[in-house]
């Protein structure tokens, strides 16, 4: 099990930028692709991106390809998530998940087994 703790949520104007971090103890981070999901207020959780246990793999949702990236400093224990060009839909409570299998690249929630505790992105226009 690892324990996940994000940070970075905030109150952004809508074509401003936030940047998430996602600290990880407890099991071998750099073994594991870790992945960030978000749940809008009366919606389902949704995959937003994940990144491989190397950092040289990633997917993106269409929603947020281009205007998201996703990276991790292995040494840190830490998984990002650099938001730009942000809009109003993308108001949610985004959540770090890892994967629950040894380096593999999943997308959907089911596939990860240890989550944060989320932090609230609202933008506003």
């Known amino acids: 099990q690892v324990r996940l703790v994000e940070s970075g949520g905030g109150l952004v104007q809508a074509g401003g930028s936030l940047r998430l971090s996602c600290a990880a103890s407890?099991?071998?981070?750099?073994?594991?692709?870790m992945g960030w999901f978000r749940q809008a207020p009366g919606k389902e959780r949704e995959f937003v991106a994940v990144?491989?246990?190397?950092?040289?793999?990633?997917y993106y949702a269409d929603s947020v390809k281009g205007r998201f990236t996703i990276s991790r400093d292995n040494a840190k224990n830490t998984v990002y998530l650099q938001m730009n060009s942000l809009k109003p839909e993308d108001t949610a409570v985004y959540y770090c998940?890892?994967?629950?299998?040894?380096?593999?690249?999943?997308?959907?929630?089911?596939?990860?087994?240890?989550w944060g505790q989320g932090t609230q992105v609202t933008v506003f226009s």
């Open positions: 998940a890892a994967d629950r299998t040894i380096a593999t690249m999943n997308r959907l929630s089911a596939d990860f087994g240890s």
């Open positions: 407890g099991r071998t981070f750099s073994s594991y692709a």
């Open positions: 990144i491989s246990w190397s950092g040289g793999s990633t």
